[in-house]
């Protein structure tokens, strides 16, 4: 009788340490427990930004939820929201010089830590891509790291173009600076355009600032189609639709003329007379009315005689 009292307290006690041990752990993946690691004295303060994901008639985004900042020693803990969330690192509030392996954290529902490195930026790498500038922040091992900044070109000043200027440019020279809160980094690159028609000069050259006003533009255009650039210009393709659509707000009447003139379309004679017109048949109105007002008293100025001499 004892043997089976001790066993059942026995399987009891197991039961109930273990139900102690799930209910911990459940509690524990609550919770999302992360750590910024690096130097010390600067691992405090840091924002983090907890968002959860949702999911709305198909699409998914996330919400804020809240935010959470790192202690002494760069550790920070939340807990989850249902579902699945993303962390950010507010790059605005890391210590001035410094970046992060990894700017953001997605964060399932097992997941429950996590840690960033923080390093101090010992150099700045910035090339051209295309038409985009590339900027990479690199620490002393020459691992890239996350940075706030923003890319400030500089100016283009317009300059003044004829066919032979655009058919003569080989090459086009701009910079800008790259800015942080600590610093800023300029830059200077020179783009090869010399296998560019001179049509494609226009429009790169345009687009940088450099060809200043449509009207300057769309005249250097047909003066360029006028020289060669374009055999012709048929109806329906991108040249011809592009003018035309440019004729219907140019308010230059000479750039208007010709570019009438090169897409064949015969424009409309202004109507000189429309001014005299409209004064002649003012007057006439006025005369007519005049003359209406004028048999209309005397035909009262009648009745009234008529009446007084009943």
Not at 59 to 70: D, E, I, L, W
Request: net charge negative.
């Amino acid at each position: 009788m004892m043997r089976r009292i001790g066993w059942s307290w026995l399987i009891i006690s197991i039961t109930l340490l273990s139900s102690l041990i799930m209910a911990s752990a459940a509690d524990e993946d609550k919770f999302f427990h992360g750590a910024i690691i690096g130097e010390k004295p600067y691992l405090s303060g840091i924002e983090i930004k907890v968002f959860e994901e949702i999911h709305v008639r198909g699409s998914s985004g996330k919400a804020y939820r809240f935010s959470v900042y790192t202690d002494e020693n760069g550790r920070f803990s939340f807990e989850k929201p249902f579902g699945t969330c993303f962390c950010e690192i507010n790059l605005e509030t890391l210590p001035l010089g410094y970046g992060i392996s990894k700017s953001n954290i997605y964060v399932p529902r097992e997941r429950i830590s996590d840690e960033i490195k923080l390093s101090r930026i010992t150099d700045v790498d910035i090339s051209p891509e295309g038409e985009e500038i590339r900027v990479r922040f690199l620490d002393s091992a020459d691992y890239e790291v996350n940075v706030q900044y923003k890319i400030v070109p500089y100016d283009s000043e317009p300059m003044e173009l004829g066919c032979e200027d655009l058919k003569s440019i080989t090459s086009y020279t701009y910079g800008g600076e790259v800015v942080t809160a600590w610093n800023s980094f300029e830059y200077s690159f020179t783009k090869d355009i010399s296998e560019y028609s001179s049509i494609e000069k226009l429009n790169y050259l345009s687009n940088k600032g450099i060809i200043e006003g449509k009207n300057t533009y769309y005249s250097l255009l047909l003066d360029l189609l006028s020289d060669g650039e374009e055999d012709n210009i048929e109806c329906g393709t991108g040249f011809y639709l592009e003018l035309f659509e440019y004729s219907e707000v140019c308010d230059d009447p000479i750039l208007k003329t010709r570019i009438y003139k090169i897409l064949g379309m015969e424009q409309e004679e202004p109507d000189n007379n429309t001014e005299e017109t409209k004064a002649f048949e003012t007057k006439e109105i006025f005369i007519l009315s005049a003359v209406l007002f004028l048999l209309a008293t005397m035909g009262v100025c009648i009745i009234i005689f008529k009446c007084k001499r009943r």
